[in-house]
């Protein structure tokens, strides 16, 4: 069963919420889900999963501090080309409209981009990723849904 690792950084508890919603979607599809903070997240468990997704609030129009480093940290997988090929993601919580979410999403995909990862994107809804606008609400849970099965049927078709 193809593996999915779900990492993020959450302070008020929004951005958690989305990672559990998308490691339901993720289960029911078929993978195996994992969640784990950033602060608990190894350059391991990047190695061993077959899709990586990334979560971060927004914190002046970017990812917060620890995801940035932990993205600093990942150039040490850079070299060998070990993420080239995965599937990768991301998705973030802000506190208003126009408060920078999807520079966001846009900055940690670029991040994933870099290592050579592959992206997909959403035709409907949030195109770069799922966003919620302060506590997740139907809409973005019914995202993170449908987001995470299409998340899944990527990685599992990558993953063969």
């Not at 903070?37 to 997704?53: F, H």
């Not at 970017?62 to 995801?67: L, T, Y």
């Not at 992206?119 to 449908?146: M, S, T, W, Y």
């Amino acid at each position: 069963m193809p593996k999915v690792l779900i990492t993020y950084f959450s302070h008020g508890g929004n951005t958690r919420k989305m990672a559990e919603a998308l490691a339901q979607a993720i289960s029911q599809a078929g993978c195996q889900a994992q969640t784990k903070k950033i602060s608990e997240t190894t350059l391991d468990d990047l190695r061993g999963a077959d899709g990586i997704l990334l979560g971060s609030p927004c914190y002046f129009g970017s990812m917060a501090a620890q995801v940035k480093q932990f993205l600093d940290e990942s150039i040490a997988l850079f070299g060998k080309g070990e993420l080239v090929g995965k599937p990768a993601g991301a998705f973030a919580s802000t506190g208003g409209i126009g408060g920078g979410g999807e520079l966001t999403i846009m900055a940690m995909l670029s991040g994933l981009l870099i290592h050579g990862m592959v992206v997909q994107g959403l035709r409907k809804g949030g195109h770069f990723g799922p966003l919620a606008i302060g506590e997740p609400d139907q809409r973005v849970l019914d995202e993170c849904q449908r987001y995470g099965e299409q998340f899944a049927k990527l990685v599992t078709k990558l993953a063969a």
